[in-house]
């Protein structure tokens, strides 16, 4: 069973800056990759940033330049530091973790999220202008 609970969320002026946390419980072997997904009220899932065993990261287009996902193995958590925070990343943002190897294979599958089978229940971001 493994166990993911985010933290972080909260809500934030536009331009500011936040650092999600995901702590990973019950792994019995390596995960290939661990990422982050978000959801908008009336909007689809959609991927922010993935990170695979080997260290390689994805970002998606709107997250690119802005927000940093990272991982500290020792301590079994994910991260994603959030800068120039903007009233459209208001969102509901979740953690997953993937134990398919086709999540590696390249940025796009990367950042699919049927190959991610484990969640977290979410941390909401409100971002205000």
């Known amino acids: 069973q493994v166990v993911l609970v985010e933290s972080g969320g909260g809500p934030v002026q536009a331009g500011g800056s936040l650092r999600l946390s995901c702590a990973a419980y019950?792994?019995?072997?390596?995960?290939?990759?661990m990422g982050w997904f978000r959801q908008a009220p009336g909007k689809e899932r959609e991927a922010v940033a993935t990170?695979?065993?080997?260290?390689?990261?994805s970002y998606a287009d709107p997250a690119k330049g802005r927000f940093t996902i990272s991982q500290d193995s020792a301590k079994n958590t994910l991260y994603l530091q959030m800068n120039s925070l903007k009233p459209e990343d208001t969102a509901m943002y979740y953690c997953a973790s993937s134990y398919n190897p086709q999540c590696s294979y390249n940025r796009d599958y990367a950042l699919r999220a049927l190959f991610f089978a484990y969640w977290g229940q979410g941390t909401q971001v409100t971002v205000s202008s």
């Open positions: 990170i695979r065993s080997d260290g390689r990261t």
């Open positions: 019950g792994y019995s072997y390596s995960y290939y990759c």
